[in-house]
């Protein structure tokens, strides 16, 4: 499991939670590129882009519910860039 929190200008704290015990396991800081950065970059190359949600496959809202996956898919913390060529 997974914690992010925005901090800062484009940061991002990630921590990576025991999913039995809640304890943190690893916890990163990274850059958060915002969405005009990555378009700007496949631009840029020449390509064309498009963004996709992510949502839990049906398999994994049946092993751990509607309310577990509730929260991501309304934030919608990942998405998935598609990046080609024109």
């Given amino acids: 499991m997974r914690r992010a929190r925005k901090l800062d200008g484009n940061l991002v ?3 990576f939670l025991n999913e039995v015990s809640g304890v943190v396991e690893m916890k990163t800081i990274a850059h ?5 950065e ?7 190359e020449g ?4 963004w996709k949600k992510l949502f839990a496959r049906p398999e994994a ?5 509607e309310e577990f996956w509730q929260p991501c898919h ?4 990942y998405a998935l860039l598609v990046a080609q060529n024109k």
Avoid: T
């Fill in 74 to 77: 309304e934030a919608q913390l």
């Fill in 47 to 50: 390509m064309k882009c498009e």
């Fill in 38 to 44: 990555y378009e700007s970059a496949v631009i840029q």
């Fill in 13 to 15: 704290q990630m921590e």
């Fill in 32 to 36: 958060q590129y915002s969405q005009e």
């Fill in 61 to 65: 809202v049946r092993q751990k519910g």
